[in-house]
Structure formats: structure tokens, C-alpha cells
């Protein structure tokens, strides 16, 4: 009997399936607007700053659009390395076949270029994801790696479930095997960003590396709770979840054209609230977020502010230390 991940579908997955699927034609309108290329080229720094900044790089979304246009970056040396190798690696995204093995090795050794030693090659050894001194998943041994991908790839190209579906069991069968010593998360949601290209080429620009980010933790909770039921049921949910959130937060509606001097309107109206509040002083994102009348600084906040500091709307107090603890944040003098 041929290979087939435990899961058990909810009526809830049913259910945001025709929902997403619905939603997904609005944000393809959107994208074909005529500020549609800039929204594709800022949506693709957001996704290698994200998968980036999951496993720990600091560098924000200026330097590595610095890095992308060829210009001198003062940073540590590996982090820029991760952000060429990302940038090579969604350049070749329309290139890889996401039911191929050898193109995940190829997507791997673009990815890892020297920053591991068997970039491009699945571990010979052991591995685990540890939080702390403490071993919350040990992978299985180096030895059944590749008979496991293979099977894996085998139920992903010959399953008759949903492509939404698929993605979601891939991502976290994917994690769950741990195939390579290093680089295991920024492959994984590239994947599934991959699977999903072929149920509508716009998750390209839609992709699941941002989603993550704006939801680590909940993310690292829906695969551990998979993993102790055996059933990635809980992860599909979670992601699906926030698939339909993110499609719902752009509505996939098109804007009203508006001059270029003005920043683009949100439903929610976080932007332009961000924004009001920084034309009255400087303020770091504990201080915005407490104007706010939020308990904390959330995910939505900092993407949000990602995103006006790309439209260069406002900007940082510290520019040449992105990342200082002392940074505030002001409405750049020209928008005022």
C-alpha cells in the first residue's frame, strides 16, 4: 500500500477552502492594477525578510533591498550571505517543480550556498529542533531520510486531496522528517508557497513565508500539537487559517487610483492610524502600539510598519542601527 500522512480533515477545512477559493480570483485583480509590479517586487522583499528574520537574521527590509540593488551593506557577513542565497533562490522559484526531489535538492543547495557544508544534499546525521537545552522534536535517523522524501513526494504527486491540503501536510511532513542538517524552515515554506503556485500562480505573491512570520509562535504551537496527536489535521487548520486571514486582510478588492504622494488606504485603517500618530512626534513600536490601545506590539503592527517604512513614509530615528533598542519611528519631513 502506497504511502499516505496521517490527517483527518474538519468540516472547518471544508469550509475555508471555498472560502480561499473564492477570495483568491479578488487578489488576482488586484495584482494585474497598474501599481501591481510594485506590489509583486515589495511583496517578494517582505517573504526574504521574513523567512530570514524566523531564523533569526536582523537584517530589515531597507538593506536588503540595499543588497538586492548592489549597494554596500555594513552587516554581519553570514546575513548577507542568507539574504544572496534567498534572493538567488526566489529568482528561480518560476524554474522549480515543487514535485521534484531534485529540484528541492537544487532549491537547497541555492539556498544553503556557503553557509552549510552539504548545501544542496540531505543530512548524514542526526538532527533535532531543541528550545533551550530541551529536545521538543528529535528528527528521524539521517539513514531513512531519503526513502522518507521519496514517499513523501510520491502521496504528494499521486494524491487526489486538494491542493490546499497538500500544501499544508507537505509543510509540516517536511518539518516533521527534518531532511536537512540546516535550512530546514526557509525550504519548507518555500515549498509550500511552491505547491500552492500550482492551485494559482499568485501565491508566488501571496506567500506563506510572510504568514508565518506575522504568526511565529502560534506556528510553532499548531506543528507541536500536530506532532503529539500524530495528525497534521491541527496544522492544516492553522494554516488555512491564515491563508483566509491574510486574503481577507487585502480583501483581493483593487484600490481607487490615487496620486502617488499618498499612501494607499487600509479597510482596517491601521496605516493611516500609524501614521497620524507619528506626524505628532517620534515613538518606538512599544509607544505606537500603546497609543493604540494594545497590549502588546502585534504581528499586524509590525508588518504594518514594514510597510510604510518600504513606501518610505516614515522612517527610522537610528537608520544606520535598524534593530537598536533605542528606535522610534517618524513620518519622513516630504509627507508631512
Not at 497598474?34 to 531597507?62: P, Q, V, Y
Not at 554581519?76 to 526566489?90: D, F, G, L, S, W
Not at 499521486?158 to 525550504?187: A, T
Amino acid at each position: 500500500m502506497s504511502y499516505r500522512p496521517p490527517f483527518q480533515v474538519s468540516a472547518a477545512t471544508i469550509n475555508m477552502i471555498a472560502e480561499i477559493s473564492a477570495l483568491i480570483e479578488r487578489f488576482v485583480i488586484r495584482l494585474e492594477q497598474a501599481d501591481g509590479l510594485h506590489l509583486r517586487k515589495a511583496n517578494r522583499i517582505k517573504t526574504i525578510r521574513g523567512t530570514l528574520a524566523i531564523e533569526g537574521n536582523t537584517l530589515s527590509e531597507s538593506l536588503i533591498t540595499d543588497i538586492i540593488a548592489g549597494k554596500t551593506v555594513v552587516a554581519p557577513i553570514r546575513e548577507i550571505q542568507e539574504v544572496k542565497n534567498a534572493v538567488k533562490t526566489y529568482n528561480a522559484y518560476p524554474t522549480l517543480d515543487p514535485f521534484s526531489v531534485k529540484d528541492m535538492l537544487k532549491a537547497h543547495g541555492l539556498m544553503m550556498e556557503a553557509l552549510a557544508d552539504d548545501a544542496g544534499h540531505f543530512r548524514k546525521r542526526e538532527v533535532g529542533v531543541f528550545q533551550g537545552n530541551v529536545p521538543i522534536h528529535v528528527a528521524p535517523p539521517a539513514g531513512k531520510v531519503p526513502y522518507l522524501m521519496d514517499d513523501l513526494f510520491k502521496w504528494l504527486r499521486n494524491s487526489k486531496d486538494h491542493l490546499l491540503i497538500k500544501s499544508c501536510v507537505f509543510h509540516y511532513e517536511f518539518e516533521f522528517i527534518h531532511p536537512f542538517s540546516d535550512g530546514n524552515g526557509r525550504i519548507g515554506r518555500l515549498w509550500q508557497s511552491l505547491i500552492l503556485g500550482k492551485l494559482n500562480p499568485v501565491f508566488e505573491h501571496l506567500p506563506v513565508e510572510n504568514m508565518v512570520f506575522s504568526n511565529q509562535q502560534k506556528y510553532y504551537q499548531a506543528i507541536q500539537k500536530s506532532t503529539q496527536k500524530a495528525d497534521s489535521g491541527i496544522f492544516i487548520d492553522f494554516m488555512l487559517e491564515e491563508i483566509l486571514r491574510t486574503l481577507k486582510e487585502r480583501k483581493g478588492e483593487p484600490l481607487k487610483k490615487q496620486p502617488e504622494s499618498q499612501p494607499e488606504s487600509r479597510p482596517e485603517s491601521l496605516e493611516q492610524k500609524i501614521i497620524s500618530i507619528l506626524k505628532s512626534g517620534e515613538f518606538s513600536k512599544a509607544e505606537i502600539s500603546n497609543k493604540l490601545g494594545q497590549k502588546e506590539i502585534s504581528g499586524r503592527l509590525n508588518q504594518v510598519i514594514r510597510e510604510l517604512l518600504i513606501k518610505e513614509i516614515i522612517e527610522y530615528t537610528i537608520p544606520e542601527k535598524p534593530n537598536s533598542r533605542l528606535q522610534r519611528y517618524r513620518v519622513k519631513e516630504s509627507r508631512k
